[in-house]
């Protein structure tokens, strides 16, 4: 009896390997090909690509962050399945696995719209597709909340910005429209890697983070955002789930399945708080203290009675300023900020439900259930599983 021949599966990544969003897209990757048995190969997509198919023989190929590929593997005439992996080329009917970009600046909307912030802003170079969807999320989130919003480099809020328009780029352009900005502002900043531009110009300016303005990024890059000053608030993108649910597909490709569905968007796991946005921006002395009371209490239960032992005025008058400040119910605010962190434990931990429920501040799991699905639709073992990766 003869072995048969591992299945061969070649990765194009013209990003360095060593770049987290990367790495973790090729570790979801690689935890398919270990478990298979498959060998994975990884290939910048230029001039070394079309040398190395002839030497592997691919069974499989995964374009990871690039469109930069031979066009007969584009076309499908190379013979050759494809797949692509944190990035769109459905247009080119190639099965892909993406990040919902709406759905990533939209949550960094509502984070900046929850700590009372008034006005949002939105930096970014608007060549990049990626970008402008999320400033589309980051604006709904805006307008949804009733809170203006503007962008860099952008005047008319009304329209979209003109494909290929950089938007602002020179530092000194930079410096000028931050200081432009009303105190307090809350900025979205397109992906991690263009916030220590914005950092720096605020210090330049004088513009002090978080207080006038606070900041929330996307990716959630480690390397940048635990080494920024201060640590920069980031929407995780679940980048090994992206690889996983990529490579997974790639392999009902190898097995001549059909699929019906050309792209795969999958949505941001929550955003990780850091100081960047640590500020509650409300002028009102009541409603600002029992905001703070109920951020600082996100790992306990919290009631409006305890509130209201801690901010002495009439529950009716309380609970008017709260909604008209802050958008939401005392009660609804501590519903939010509970569920919050049961999301971050979800996806950082193992800890069984009970122990997510207690450590989030809830009395049992089915509490956190409950309250789970009314803030976010689906339940907490739903979205644990959408986000972790399950044993193959």
Not at 151 to 169: M, R
Not at 193 to 202: D, E, F, G, V
Not at 233 to 257: M, N, T
Not at 316 to 342: D, P, S, T
Request: charged fraction near 20%; charge should be positive.
């Amino acid at each position: 009896m003869t072995n048969q021949r591992p299945i061969s599966v070649m990765a194009a990544v013209s990003l360095g390997v060593q770049a987290p969003h990367v790495a973790g897209v090729l570790a979801g990757i690689n935890a398919v090909a270990v478990a298979r048995g498959w060998v994975l190969h990884m290939y910048d997509p230029g001039q070394f690509l079309r040398p190395a198919m002839i030497d592997h023989k691919p069974d499989l190929m995964v374009a990871v962050m690039t469109g930069d590929l031979p066009e007969e593997l584009l076309n499908g005439s190379s013979g050759v399945p494809l797949v692509a992996a944190g990035l769109d080329l459905s247009d080119r009917g190639v099965v892909s696995v993406d990040v919902d970009d709406e759905a990533a600046g939209e949550l960094a909307g509502q984070h900046l719209a929850s700590r009372g912030l008034r006005t949002l802003a939105a930096f970014g170079f608007w060549q990049h597709g990626w970008a402008l969807r999320r400033v589309v999320g980051f604006r709904r989130a805006a307008m949804n909340a009733g809170i203006p919003c503007v962008v860099s480099g952008w005047p008319d809020v009304t329209t979209d910005p003109p494909i290929g328009d950089a938007g602002l780029s020179k530092p000194i352009e930079i410096r000028a429209w931050l200081l432009s900005l009303p105190k307090p502002t809350g900025m979205m900043i397109c992906c991690d890697a263009w916030a220590q531009l914005i950092t720096n110009q605020a210090r330049l300016a004088g513009i002090r983070v978080p207080e006038d303005l606070a900041l929330v990024g996307i990716d959630n890059n480690p390397q940048v955002c635990e080494l920024m000053h201060p640590p920069l608030s980031s929407v995780d993108i679940p980048w090994r789930r992206i690889g996983y649910d990529a490579a997974q597909l790639g392999e009902r490709l190898l097995r001549r399945e059909s699929i019906d569905v050309r792209r795969i968007a999958l949505p941001p796991a929550g955003v990780v708080a850091r100081r960047s946005s640590d500020v509650l921006a409300v002028d009102d002395p009541d409603v600002a203290a029992a905001l703070a009371f109920i951020h600082a209490r996100a790992d306990r239960p919290v009631t409006v009675a305890q509130i209201l032992r801690h901010v002495p005025v009439y529950q009716h008058r309380l609970e008017r300023k709260f909604k008209q400040l802050v958008g939401r119910r005392m009660q609804q605010e501590i519903r939010r900020v509970h569920v919050e962190l049961a999301k971050r434990l979800l996806t950082a931990t193992d800890l069984p439900m009970p122990d997510v429920a207690v450590k989030s501040g809830f009395a049992n799991a089915s509490k956190l259930s409950v309250a789970f699905r009314t803030e976010t639709g689906q339940t907490p073992s739903d979205f644990r599983r959408r986000f972790r990766l399950a044993p193959l």
